[in-house]
C-alpha cells in the first residue's frame, strides 16, 4: 500500500525530496489561460500569479476534460476522463463509486478541505438505493464530493441548500446586508448612477460596483477562510482545495475592480465573418442563440471584459494577502501551490460567449505548479509547452505527498507531472482530450436533428499541431493550430488533410475503447489469474487431460 | 413512474394482454445454440426445449455479450454491455452501483429469486469505501447481485463461500457421501472400471457415470429447489433465475447420461488445417495452450462430447419434470418461460476448448421465450432469425411484468422483445456485440507484445452477414458468413472487402462512445434544463442584457 511519511518537520519535507507536506490547490472558475499578465496579457497585471511563474512551471498547454464547471471539475477531482466519470454536465451527480482526491488523499493521512466551489452534485437515488442514511463520514463524503468542507460556495442558490453554504449569506447579513439572499442582492447586484440596483446576472450591469466593498465580497471572504483553515491546521497535513467562483458570471466586480481595467486595451476579438456565416449546425445555433447574441453585439465587449479583468485582478490581489500568510507561516517551504481554472470564457471570441465547446478560449487553462522540494531547483521560472490535462494533477498530487503514483491504476487516468518538475523530462502524452455536451444548453430546442439529446456532444483531441473534434450533429472538425493558432478555419473538408483526419480519429476511437470503466478489475489481478497453474491452484483445473498433467500445471510447468 | 399491477389472477394476466404474472428464466452453463434437437443437432434429443420452442418464439440468432461466464451473465442480469457494466471477466467485482435484475423487478412488486449460479462477485471494496456494514437488504443484494437467494450454487469451491452455498454440500452429507467438499469428491468425480476414483475435472474421467446417483445430482436438486419455491410462493408474483451449472466443466454425468450418446452420431469438427497454421498471435495462443492442444487431440471429442450431450439430455428431462409441475400449479397459463445460456463451448471446433473467444460456437446461444399471453398466440412456434442479444431479456422483463419499458433508459441498453414475440415485428437492431477479453488466461504469459494485461481483449460487431472483430493485439478480423458460415475464412486483409471492414469498423466506433457509462444522467433531465427559460428560472440567467430580455426569457420566449 501507499507509503505514509510521518516524519512532517519542514526541513525534512523539503530536503529528503521526497513528499511535499501540504497541497494548496487554487482554481477559479472561468479563467482563460490568456488572462494573467504571464501568459502574455496586454494590460492585466497579475504580480501574485506570475511569482508563483517565476518560482515554478507555468504549462502553457493545459487542456481540461469538460467544457464545462460540472463535468471538468469532476476529472480535477477523480482524475478521470468525462467519458469515464459520466457527470457530463452541470447537476448531473457524481455516482457513488466514484473514488474521489479526498479517497485517494486522505488513505495517505492528508486532510482534504474544501473553501469554496465544487460544482458538485451528489448521487442521491445511488445513495437511497444502497440504504445510506445520515450522519456517516461515509454519507457526508458522498455529498461534499470527497471534501472535508471548510466552506462550501457553489455561487449559486445559497438560500437552498443545506446550512454549510450558508455562512456566506449570514457573514453578508451580520455585515448589515438583507434580503433573503444577499449573496445575490448585495455582493453579485449592482447600484447604477441613479443609485438603483441592478442584478449581476445582466450584462448591463458589469460596469457598476458591486454593494458590498471589497473586503467582504466573496473573493475576500474566501480567502479569509482559506487563510483560517492554514492557520488553524498547524502541523496537520492538508490539501486546501481554495475554489474562488470568480471571473465567472455574474460579472460584477467591487470597488475599485469594477473600474481598473475601464480604459485598458483589450485584445481584438478573436473571431472572422466566414465564421458568423458557417452553416455548421452546432456552431451556428451557438452563434445564434441568446448568449452568443448578447456577446456578439459590439458593445458587449467593452462592457464586460474590463470587469472581468478587475475580477482577476481582485483574486491576483487576495492571493498576494494569502501567500504571505504563507510564508509567515513557514508553510512556503513545504506546501505545493497549484493554480489553475475550470475553463476558460469566449468573451465574444468566435461570435461565442460563455463555453461549452472546445476552443482553445475555453479548454486552455492556465496551470502554474510551485514544487517546494529541492529536486524542483532547476525548472523553477521556466514555462513549458508540453501537453497536459487536469487529470494529471491528481496523480501528481498522490505522488507528491507519499503515495505510490501507480497503485490505484484502475482509478486515475492522469499522468503525474513530478518528471517534468523535476527533470524537464518528456512523458508518454502526445495529445490531450476534452468533451463537450451541449444538449443541455436551451439553443437545442432549436436544432433539428437532435434526435436523443444524450448524443448531442463532441469529443476533442488535440496534439501539438492539430485539433480534431469529433461532433456527434454535424460534420467533423479539424484545425491546424501551427498554420491557423485562432482556430478560425475548419479544415474538416479539406481533402488533402483526410489522412490526418482519419488518424486522429482512430486515436480517439483507441480512447474511447481504454477508458477505465472496468474500475473493480486492475492489471495487478490479472497478472495473477493468467499465472501459469493459477486456475489449477485455485480448485479449477479446466483442461487437463490426466492426473499427470494436471500435477504438470500445478507446478506452472504446463499451460 | 412504472405501474405496478395488484390484480393478479392467472386470467386476468392471460387476457387482459397487459402483464404476465410469473417469469421462469431458465439458464444452462456452456450450453451451445445448436446443442438441442430443436435447432438441428443430428442425434440429441431434447423433446422438452423443443415443447417450449413449439409453444414460444426460438431465437435463432441470439448473442450474448461476453465470451466468459461472468461479464456474459452481468450483462444479462444488468441489462448493460460489459463495457458498461465493468465486470469484464470471472471474478471482476460488479461494481456497486450498477443496478440489476432485483433492482429494476422489485420495483414492480415481484420476489426476483436466484436458484443456481449467479458467478457473481461482490464489489467488497467498494462496500467498504461507504462503510455499508452487514445485515441490512441493500448489502444482502449487493452480495448476491441484486437476487432473493433461495439456493446459490457457482459450482465451483461451496467448501470457501458463506452458508448459502453450502446447502448442496449438506444435502450430499445426509445422503451419506463424505468428504470435505462431496460436490467434488462425489457428485463430480467418476469410479472407473477398477472402482477408482477419477476427478471430474480431468478429461479421461468423462465417459464414466457420476459417483452419485441422478437423483442427487447437481441438475435435479436444483430442479427440485426450482420446484420448491414455485410450490411456496403461491400466488406471490416472482421471477425465478433457475441457473444450472451444466453442461459446464466438469463433464460429469450421473448414469445414465453419461452413456446414452456413446455411440451416437456426433457432427465433425468445424476445423480446417489452414487454422492450425494461422499465425494471428491471439488465435495461435489459443490454439496452442493447454486447453486448445487438449481439445484438438483425435479421442478428446469422442470422449467429451458425448457427455456433454448426455448432461443436456438431463437438464431436458429435468425441466420435463418442473414444467409438468408448473402445468399441475396452474402456474404454466400466467408464467412466461426463458430458456438461454450464458455462452457456448469450443468442444475442438477451431482447434480449441472452453470459450473466450467470439466464434458462432460461443457467444450465439439457444434463446426460447414462451409468452403465455394471447397477444403472443401468432408467433407460437415460429423461429426467427432477427439478431437479438441478450440484454434484450432485462427490459423484456421490466415491460412484460408491467414495467414501463423505457423508464430507466438510463440503465438498460436492450430494446424488449415485445414487439417480436407479439407481432414478429422488426427492431431497431442490425447488429450485435460480443467482448471477449483473454488477458486473464493464463496463454497470455506466453504471447509476447501484451505490454497491459487489460488491453487484451477484442471487441465483435456481428450483423446479419458479417462478423468483424477488433483485436487489440494483432490484426482485426473479419468473416462473410453468407459465404463462410463456418468462419474458416478470416478476411481480414482482403483487400476487396476494405469498405466493409471500415463501415464495421466505424459502427463499433460509434457504439463504444455511446455506451451508458454517464448513468446518473437521463434524456428527461436534459430536456428539462434545455427547455427555453429553464436556467433562468432557475436563478441562472446567464446573457441576458437587461431587464427587458430576461423577462423574454424567463417566459420561454427568448433562446
Given amino acids: 500500500m501507499a507509503e505514509t511519511s510521518t516524519d512532517c518537520d519542514t526541513e525534512t519535507f523539503r530536503e529528503n525530496n521526497k513528499v511535499v507536506k501540504n497541497i494548496l490547490f487554487i482554481m477559479c472558475d472561468q479563467l482563460r489561460w490568456d488572462a494573467m499578465s504571464c501568459s502574455g496579457h496586454p494590460s492585466l497585471e497579475t504580480p501574485h500569479i506570475d511569482a508563483l511563474a517565476d518560482r515554478g512551471v507555468r504549462f502553457n498547454r493545459a487542456f481540461v476534460q469538460g467544457a464545462v464547471c460540472g463535468s471538468s471539475r469532476m476529472s480535477f477531482y477523480t482524475g478521470r476522463y468525462v467519458q469515464t466519470h459520466g457527470a457530463r454536465w452541470n447537476q448531473v451527480p457524481l455516482a457513488i463509486n466514484q473514488v474521489t482526491m479526498g479517497d485517494h ?14 460544482h458538485m452534485r451528489a448521487d442521491l437515488e445511488g445513495m437511497a438505493r444502497l440504504g445510506l442514511g445520515e450522519g456517516s463520514d ?67 450591469a458589469a460596469p457598476y460596483a458591486s454593494k458590498v466593498p471589497e473586503s467582504v465580497s466573496e473573493t475576500a471572504y474566501m480567502t479569509d477562510r482559506a487563510i483560517d483553515f492554514i492557520q488553524s491546521a498547524g502541523e496537520e497535513r492538508w490539501c486546501l482545495h481554495l475554489s474562488f467562483i470568480k471571473p465567472h458570471w455574474p460579472y460584477v466586480a467591487p470597488a475599485p475592480y469594477n473600474d481598473i481595467y475601464r480604459d485598458a486595451e483589450i485584445p481584438p476579438p478573436n473571431r472572422s465573418s466566414e465564421e458568423l456565416a458557417d452553416q455548421h449546425p452546432v456552431l451556428h445555433a451557438m452563434r445564434h442563440s ?119 491504476e484502475q482509478w486515475l487516468e492522469g499522468e503525474s507531472l513530478i518528471p517534468i518538475l523535476h527533470h524537464d523530462a518528456s512523458t508518454k502524452r502526445s495529445s490531450v482530450i476534452s468533451e463537450a455536451d451541449w444538449g ?24 501539438d499541431r492539430y485539433k480534431y473534434i469529433l461532433s456527434e450533429v454535424g460534420s467533423n472538425l479539424l484545425y491546424d493550430l501551427d498554420e491557423d493558432p485562432n482556430e478560425l478555419c475548419d479544415r474538416g473538408d479539406d481533402l488533402s ?46 483442461g487437463y487431460w490426466d492426473e499427470q498433467e494436471l500435477e504438470a500445471g500445478l507446478q506452472g510447468k504446463l499451460y
Fill in 138 to 204: 461515509e454519507e457526508f463524503f458522498l455529498r461534499e464530493c470527497g471534501f472535508e468542507v471548510v466552506e462550501r460556495d457553489d455561487g449559486l442558490h445559497p438560500e437552498t441548500r443545506g446550512s454549510s453554504e450558508l455562512a456566506y449569506n449570514q457573514f453578508l447579513w451580520e455585515k448589515g446586508f438583507t434580503g433573503k439572499n444577499p449573496w445575490h442582492s448585495a455582493a453579485n447586484s449592482v447600484l447604477d448612477e441613479n443609485g438603483n440596483t441592478i442584478s449581476g446576472w445582466l450584462l448591463r
Fill in 440 to 463: 443541455f444548453l436551451e439553443m437545442t430546442k432549436y436544432l433539428s436533428g437532435v434526435q436523443v439529446p444524450r448524443a448531442a456532444r463532441a469529443t476533442m483531441i488535440r496534439n
Fill in 105 to 118: 488523499l486522505r488513505k495517505l493521512g492528508v486532510r482534504t478541505a474544501l473553501v469554496g466551489k465544487t
Fill in 290 to 408: 441568446r448568449i452568443g447574441r448578447a456577446m456578439s453585439r459590439p458593445d458587449a465587449r467593452r462592457l464586460v471584459i474590463p470587469t472581468y479583468l478587475g475580477l482577476v485582478k481582485q483574486i491576483d490581489t487576495n492571493l498576494g494577502r494569502l501567500f504571505g500568510k504563507l510564508k509567515e507561516l513557514g508553510r512556503e517551504k513545504d506546501t505545493m501551490i497549484v493554480f489553475t481554472s475550470d475553463h476558460g470564457d469566449y468573451l465574444g471570441d468566435h461570435w461565442m460567449g460563455e463555453k461549452d465547446w472546445l476552443n482553445e478560449e475555453i479548454v486552455r487553462v492556465p496551470m502554474i505548479i510551485v514544487d517546494p522540494r529541492n529536486a524542483a531547483d532547476k525548472t523553477r521560472g521556466t514555462v513549458t509547452n508540453k501537453l497536459v490535462e487536469a487529470i494529471d494533477l491528481l496523480p501528481t498530487f498522490v505522488e507528491s505527498l507519499g503515495g505510490a503514483s501507480k497503485e490505484p
Fill in 497 to 542: 488533410m483526410r489522412t490526418i483526419r482519419n488518424d486522429l480519429h482512430e486515436e480517439l476511437f483507441e480512447w474511447f475503447r481504454h477508458r477505465r470503466h472496468d474500475s473493480t478489475n486492475n492489471d495487478l489481478f490479472m497478472q495473477m489469474t493468467s499465472a501459469p497453474g493459477s486456475a489449477a491452484r485455485q480448485g479449477i483445473p479446466i
